[in-house]
């Protein structure tokens, strides 16, 4: 019978119709995914922190009113996350434990400082813009809770991508040392942003099972052309400089050559060694510990209706 299992999980995949809850499914299919979703819900919840910063010094009542609302999103993003990763029998008190202690990772990029109010606009236009990138072929993933928690994610990274990119349009037709703060940003946040795509792709060990099982569609280096492609215009047009003397367009290819991110960096910020990793995960830490008292409430008022319930 498990034969049979695996050729129906096979076949479905090979029709690219989607793998449901109550489907059987292979462990290292389960398990990649866990890992992959985890990753993620993880990475939205520390994403909100070096934006949040941001919001009690944003420079006007508009901008505080986008940021906050913003910043919301990425805390809706986790929940959906997580609950995607419930129907595959994780545990999401588990996963934040993982998190906490260091077995799962989040994404490298909110590991670097935003010290000026450019970065907020950089993190939209290039953070957001590499999410809509990676995450847009994640709505046709092979698991269906995961795909259609996509959907409407992309929605929304779609208007923190734009309001990043007004909020930098709108400082550039400002003064001089406005232009020259985004100018700095863009800087910073250029390399680690191709990062985001991770490691290139020989040396990426899940790839290949992760775009057989057509959870992932795009290889990393794939996706991570398709983000410089796309962004070298919107910079011509904001008028700054990206960082990378060797970044132009190759008509043969049809594609924008560039160079080549520091690896070893990603190495690190990954390994917990990033400018900021120390400061993130404490923070996560303290957020969870003083959320302790929310969750035992939540769990004696649940029981206590319960109880109700059955009198
Ligand atoms: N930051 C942290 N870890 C990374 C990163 C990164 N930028 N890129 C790769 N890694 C990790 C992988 O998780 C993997 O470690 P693991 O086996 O312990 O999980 C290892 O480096 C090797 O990488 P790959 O084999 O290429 O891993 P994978 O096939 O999972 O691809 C990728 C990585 C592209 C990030 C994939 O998991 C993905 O598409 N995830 C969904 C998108 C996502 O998580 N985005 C979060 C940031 S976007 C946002 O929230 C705004």
């Given at each position: 019978p498990e034969q049979l299992l695996q050729e129906h999980f096979d076949a479905t995949i090979a029709r690219d119709q989607r793998i449901e809850p109550r489907d059987w499914m292979p462990d290292g299919y389960r398990r990649t995914l866990v890992r992959q979703i985890a990753q993620h819900a993880h990475s939205e919840i520390i994403g909100m922190q070096p934006e949040g910063e941001w919001i009690t010094r944003a420079p006007s009542l508009r901008r505080k009113a986008i940021l906050f609302a913003k910043v919301q999103d990425e805390a809706g993003h986790g929940l959906y996350l997580y609950s995607a990763a419930e129907?595959?029998?994780?545990d999401r008190a588990d996963l934040t434990e993982r998190l906490i202690e260091g077995r799962q990772k989040y994404s490298s990029?909110?590991?670097?400082?935003?010290?000026?109010?450019?970065d907020v606009g950089v993190i939209g236009w290039f953070v957001d813009g590499a999410a809509i990138c990676n995450q847009v072929p994640l709505c046709?993933?092979?698991y269906g809770p995961y795909a259609r928690a996509m959907v409407r994610i992309c929605k929304e990274e779609s208007f923190h991508q734009r309001q990043g990119y007004e909020l930098l349009l709108t400082m550039m037709r400002g003064t001089e040392a406005q232009r020259d703060m985004v100018q700095d940003s863009v800087n910073r946040w250029w390399w680690p942003s191709l990062m985001?795509?991770?490691?290139?792709d020989g040396d990426s060990p899940n790839s290949a099972a992760s775009m057989a099982w057509k959870?992932?569609?795009?290889t990393n280096d794939e996706l991570r052309q398709r983000f410089v492609d796309m962004t070298v215009p919107q910079a011509e047009k904001l008028g700054v400089t990206l960082p990378?003397?060797?970044l132009r367009w190759n008509a043969e290819r049809g594609h924008h050559d560039f160079g080549t991110p520091d690896w070893s960096e990603l190495k690190r910020v990954i390994g917990?060694?990033?400018?900021?990793n120390a400061e993130r995960m404490e923070r996560r830490r303290s957020a969870h510990e003083d959320g302790a008292w929310v969750r035992e409430a939540a769990t004696a008022h649940a029981a206590k209706q319960a109880r109700r319930a059955r009198a």
């Open positions: 129907t595959l029998g994780a990029i909110f590991n670097y400082p935003t010290p000026t109010f450019a046709r993933s092979s985001m795509f991770g490691p290139p959870i992932k569609r795009h990378d003397p060797e917990g060694d990033g400018p900021c």
